[in-house]
Each structure stands twice: as C-alpha cells, then as structure tokens.
C-alpha cells in the first residue's frame, strides 16, 4: 500500500499521514500480513550476494588487512590476526581488488618481486598518499586464500593495454612453464591461483576513463579477447556497468556485448541527502534522514528491477548476471579525517541498509548472483573498523553474520502488504522481508522494522508448508545512531529474539521499533501442507 505526499514534509509526517489513512481504511491498525510461498521456490541464493571489495584506499588494505611482517600487531605472514579470525567467522564468498577507481591506474607488474624494491607511486583517487605497493598479486592472493575468499580481479582498461591484462591473467593462472608462470614461482607461488572473477575496467563511465557506453563496449570485447587462461581456470568475464540508475549503460552494453561477457556489474551508494558535496553525517543525524537515507537506499529494488528488464530482453535464459559490486552507504568523512580516505562510523542505520539491500538482492538472485559491498574495513559502509591494534565489529558485520543461513539456500517469494512510505520521487516501506529454504528444508525469515518509534506485528502465513517453532536474533538498539567504538564495541550486537508465537496455522512476530529479526526454523517444516 503507498501514500503519496506533498513535499516539504518530514518524513516523520509521511508516517503519521501513512498510519492515519491505514487505520481508518482498515478499521484499526493490526497486524501485518506476510505470505511466504513455500510452495513456489524461486532461484538459489548465490553465496557470492554476500561478497565485499577491499580497495586500496585509505586504511583499509595497509592497516585494515596488511600490517606487514614487521609489524608489533599480532599477524600472521602481514595479516592482521584480529581482522583475519572476524573475517573468517563471517565467511566471506567472495573478495573483490584492487579497486575501484583505482584498478583503473594499476600496473599489476609494480606489486611483485621482492617488497623492497617495489615502485612507491602517488596514489591519486585516494588522499594523495603514496602507494608503496607492498601488498600486490600475491599478497591480495594469499590473503583470500586465508580466509576462504573466491578471488575476483578487477583489471585496468583506463590506463592499461589488452596485453597487459592478459598477461596478468596468465600471471596468476598459467600452468606449464611460460616465462610468466616461471616469474611466479620465483616469487614464490608454485601452483596457479584460481580467478574465479575478472572485470574489465571499472566505473569507465567516470573515474575508469570518461567513457561513453558505445566506446566501451568495443573496448571491452576487444580487451576480453585476449583474456586466455587454462580449461577449469576460467575466470567468469564481467564488464564495467551502469552508474545506478543509468540504463542506457546497460542498454547498449547488452545489445554490443552480451555474448561476451558472464556478467554486467551496477553500482549504487545510499547518501542521506542523495548529494555528493554534502551527504550527510554518519552519526548524530535526524529522523528525516534516518527516513531519507532508507528510502535512497530502498532505491536498490527499482535499480536492480530496472536493468534485469533490460537484461531479460538481450539474455532471456538468464546466463549473464548482475553483479552489484559496489554498494552501501557514503557519508562526509569523520571530522578530522583525510577526507580522502572516506573513513566513517558505521551505526544501527547502517544495519538497516545492508538487511535492506539483501532483501532486495535474495529477491532478485536469479539475476544477482553477485555484491560486494564498500568495502571491507575502515572505509564506508565497512564490516570493520581498526585503531592501530584496536578493532571492532560494525552493526553492519552482525547483519551480515545473522544472514548467513540465507546464503546458498533457495529463495521463497515474499508477499508483502506493508505500509509504504512516498515523498516526492522516494518510496519506501516500512517493512521489508525475506525468506528461504536451505538445503536441510529448514525455512528462515528476515524481517526489519524500518520505523523508528513504533513496534510492529506481522502475522506470516506459509503456503506449501506447516509453519514450526523458530530461533532467531535481533538487531537493535536504543538510539537511531547507536554505534560500537573502541571503548564499547558491544554496544550494538545481536541478542536472541523471543517474540514469535504460532497460532491459528500462522507465525506472529513482535517486532520492536528499528529492528532486524533473523528466524530459523528449529526442525524442518513438513512440505505440502
Ligand atoms: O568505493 C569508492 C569508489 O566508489 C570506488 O573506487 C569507485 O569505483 C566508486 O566511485
């Protein structure tokens, strides 16, 4: 159900306008109904939909990750052991490097070899600081394999060659004794590595080269050609896609190159005042913009709605997927920080955007089969935030770690009467959902209480299955903008959730006000009834 509403409200307004027109349409304001269609199961979650990018940017790849051998910070081989052990209890499907706008401008050939002699170069895109390379192909190699990653590399049409890339490749995957395979095992990796993923180039709309769509489309077929690598080590090819909500990208690019790519990738950052001069503060924020920044974020569905069509018409079978492989939340910098290395808090808001966006994606996984979101420790929408030898975990990372039972299971579509919230061009409900079924055929939900202040009841009915006892976790807090810091890095995370009941054949879930409910059934559903 929407309501439109005049502009120049608040989004708290809206609410109120909302909630008054749905009781008295409705008599009073009861419960919520959801219908999870067991019955009717829809695509396989990819694992991959729970992906993360780890740029060289700010203090994410030096600090985040590589502390170096030499280090005081307790590491193993460079890697810092706090943020390896959180990183491997989350699980991560996939990693994506090295960038970004800066993928565009690496010479993979500068980031191996002894680290000593390594070229130290400015790294332009991202507060000017030098880039010492010290953490290049092996490392970034080494450390996916650390904590289970898929390795998925981005290479360098903007200022790069087709020969280039394709000796990259060959670099990391050749098998027999090429000169490139050679060069590897001297610098001390024997076997090929497996790259399960290689894109060609990045945001070539912008920072990738300025590109109109027409140009890179030939680029991109004329670069993918002399991607070579063994049978059984193939990488899946991805092309450089739309910014958002910039269909013509993926208009063209589909009708130019689809036969030769695996997947187009789109990305899309949520900005509370949807401006890139100022966006809007990580913390201490209003209700308005608690509402606005859901809202943008919300945005996600019409985005990935919107290029699957397109993508239908050129790919019917759906053989090419949609990578989101950036997205998540970019507000101004923490004050007194280089404002080029886009390090922010990371609050219960923050939490909402990512259970947001994953129930978008698991909607749409017959089409998005891969996401990654920006990025990995201590820039944006991070999972992780390090104080030299200090670290935390983000609202973000618990998310994250609730949703784990979605991944691989299969998606059951959702049918969801919620009240939904418009101001001027921005939709948004005010509950969002989703459900699945592993491969054991236990059901999981993920229900979020977008609304800030009132609590809300959701009476879901399973059709193809007999609703079962549930175990879950809440995410939640006392303020809108709660945090974890160095000081109190509990302060928002997950706690077990006691509020469901079965009654009258349906679950009825009490959800508290700003919530992320993450259910599991504790013995499998009988199917069929
Ligand atoms: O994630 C930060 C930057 O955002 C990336 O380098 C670029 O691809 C995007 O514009």
């Not at 109120?16 to 008599?27: E, I, N, Q, R, T």
């Not at 050749?174 to 590897?184: F, I």
């Not at 606005?292 to 919300?298: D, E, V, Y």
């Not at 492989?325 to 280089?338: Q, S």
Request: aromatic content about 10%; some cysteine; hydrophobic content about 40%.
């Amino acid at each position: 159900m929407k309501l439109s509403h005049p502009l120049g409200h608040s989004w708290r307004q809206a609410l109120a306008v909302y909630l008054l027109a749905a009781s008295m349409a409705a008599g009073a304001a009861g419960p919520i109904d959801i219908t999870v269609r067991a019955d009717k199961p829809g695509a396989t979650i990819d694992p991959a939909i729970y992906g993360q990018f780890a740029e060289h940017l700010g203090r994410l790849v030096y600090e985040g990750i590589w502390v170096g051998e030499n280090s005081q910070i307790p590491h193993t081989r460079g890697y810092r052991d706090d943020v390896t052990a959180a990183l491997k209890e989350l699980g991560v499907p996939v990693l994506r490097w090295p960038g970004g706008c800066f993928a565009d401008e690496y010479n993979w050939r500068e980031g191996i070899g002894p680290r000593a002699q390594r070229p130290r170069k400015v790294n332009t895109h991202w507060g000017g600081v030098v880039e010492d390379n010290s953490f290049g192909t092996h490392e970034f190699m080494d450390f996916a394999e650390l904590i289970g990653a898929d390795a998925y590399v981005n290479g360098n049409v903007g200022t790069g060659t087709p020969r280039e890339m394709a000796e990259w490749l060959e670099y990391m995957t050749a098998e027999g004794d090429s000169s490139l395979a050679q060069l590897r095992r001297k610098n001390g990796r024997d076997q090929p590595w497996k790259v399960k993923y290689f894109a060609v180039g990045n945001e070539t709309w912008g920072c990738g080269g300025n590109m109109r769509p027409e140009y890179y489309a030939d680029l991109y077929r004329h670069y993918v050609t002399f991607l070579k690598a063994p049978e059984g080590n193939k990488p899946l090819r991805i092309a450089s896609g739309a910014n958002g909500s910039g269909l013509p990208w993926t208009e063209v690019l589909m009708r130019e190159a689809t036969r030769h790519m695996d997947a187009i990738s789109v990305h899309y950052y949520t900005l509370p005042t949807g401006k890139w001069d100022v966006k809007g503060k990580a913390t201490k924020f209003t209700e308005d913009e608690w509402w606005a920044t859901l809202a943008r974020t919300w945005r996600m569905e019409w985005i990935v709605t919107e290029h699957s069509k397109i993508m239908d018409k050129y790919d019917p079978e759906k053989r090419v997927g949609l990578y989101v492989d950036e997205w998540g939340t970019w507000y101004d910098v923490e004050p007194g920080t280089n404002p080029g290395f886009l390090y922010q808090q990371n609050s219960l808001r923050d939490a909402m955007v990512a259970a947001i966006n994953l129930n978008i994606f698991h909607a749409h996984a017959d089409r998005v089969r891969m996401t990654n979101i920006a990025q990995m420790v201590n820039v944006l929408q991070a999972m992780i935030l390090t104080d030299k030898e200090k670290m935390l975990l983000t609202p973000t990372y618990h998310v994250f770690h609730m949703y784990k039972p979605f991944r691989g299971a299969r998606q059951l579509p959702v049918e969801l009467a919620a009240p939904a919230l418009v101001r001027g061009d921005l939709t948004v409900p005010t509950v969002t959902a989703s459900a699945a079924r592993d491969a054991q055929g236990r059901l999981h939900y993920a229900l979020v209480n977008l609304d800030p202040r009132s609590a809300v009841s959701l009476r879901i009915k399973v059709s193809g299955a007999t609703p079962n006892r549930l175990s879950g976790k809440i995410l939640t807090a006392d303020a809108m903008d709660a945090i974890n810091t160095f000081e109190k890095p509990d302060q928002v995370k997950p706690t077990a959730f006691n509020g469901t009941r079965i009654r009258d054949g349906a679950l009825h879930v009490e959800i508290p006000p700003k919530a992320i409910v993450v259910l599991s059934e504790v013995v499998r559903s009988e199917v069929g009834k």
